[in-house]
T-cell receptor, first 115, second 112 residues
Framework: NAGVTQTPKFQVLKTGQSMTLQCAQD?????MYWYRQDPGMGLRLIYY???????DKGEVPNGYNVSRLNKREFSLRLESAAPSQTSVYFC??????????????FGEGSRLTVL | KQEVTQIPAALSVPEGENLVLNCSFT??????LQWFRQDPGKGLTSLLL?????REQTSGRLNASLDKSSGRSTLYIAASQPGDSATYLC???????????FGTGTRLQVFP
């Protein structure tokens, strides 16, 4: 029972490079989220998808794009990485469609360093 | 804009102590509040969920209370153990934002 799976777990990029973080959930949940976690700032929402086929900006969307490929998968793309995007990224899934129900499941995180 | 604050930022206690972690929020129009646990290098695990109509929730040695009018929640851990060492985060779901807003967490260390 994997829950929410993120890949890769670690990545080092040079400034200007691009990459995609992958997230997949096997719980048949409707909504999915991408957060970043930085020291002293808590988790901040980057983008979310309330349901398959929809995506919306969160608190800190600049520099990122997302794709809700299907109900299971929600990817986060950095088109031109910057040092300010060095962070730990978490994907999460919730069974609710438009409102968080309180059953939020997190992946184990992807640690990204941009040099 | 909802803001969530957790005090203290860090706490170190001897095993066996009862302890209280605090969470405060600025917008009382919430529909739920959650407490999460995060172990180093890991994701978040949900501990307790309190709906806005509830005053408290209990799970084992954990008890979370909610006072919407004062914008506060507390997480009470009874008879702390070294295995409780982790970072504890609270998160609030507000009607205005409709998405979870997280506090910065309290890093707890319980030593034998």
């Amino acid at each position: 029972n994997a829950g929410v799976t993120q890949t890769p777990k670690f990545q080092v990029l040079k400034t200007g490079q691009s990459m995609t973080l992958q997230c997949a959930q096997d719980m048949n949940h409707n909504s999915m989220y991408w957060y970043r976690q930085d020291p002293g700032m808590g988790l901040r929402l980057i983008y979310y998808s309330a349901s398959e086929g929809t995506t919306d900006k969160g608190e800190v969307p600049n520099g990122y794009n997302v794709s809700r490929l299907n109900k299971r998968e929600f990817s986060l793309r950095l088109e031109s990485a910057a040092p300010s995007q060095t962070s730990v990224y978490f994907c999460a899934a919730d069974r609710g469609r438009f409102r968080n129900t309180g059953e939020l499941f997190f992946g184990e995180g992807s640690r990204l360093t941009v040099l | 804009k909802q803001e969530v604050t957790q005090i203290p930022a860090a706490l170190s206690v001897p095993e066996g102590e009862n302890l209280v972690l605090n969470c405060s929020f600025t917008d009382s129009a919430i529909y739920n509040l959650q407490w999460f646990r995060q172990d180093p290098g890991k994701g978040l695990t949900s501990l307790l969920l309190i709906q806005s109509s509830q005053r408290e929730q209990t799970s084992g040695r954990l008890n979370a209370s909610l006072d919407k009018s004062s914008g506060r929640s507390t997480l009470y851990i009874a008879a702390s153990q070294p295995g409780d060492s982790a970072t504890y985060l609270c998160a609030v779901a507000s009607y205005n934002t409709d998405k979870l807003i997280f506090g910065t967490g309290t890093r707890l260390q319980v030593f034998p």
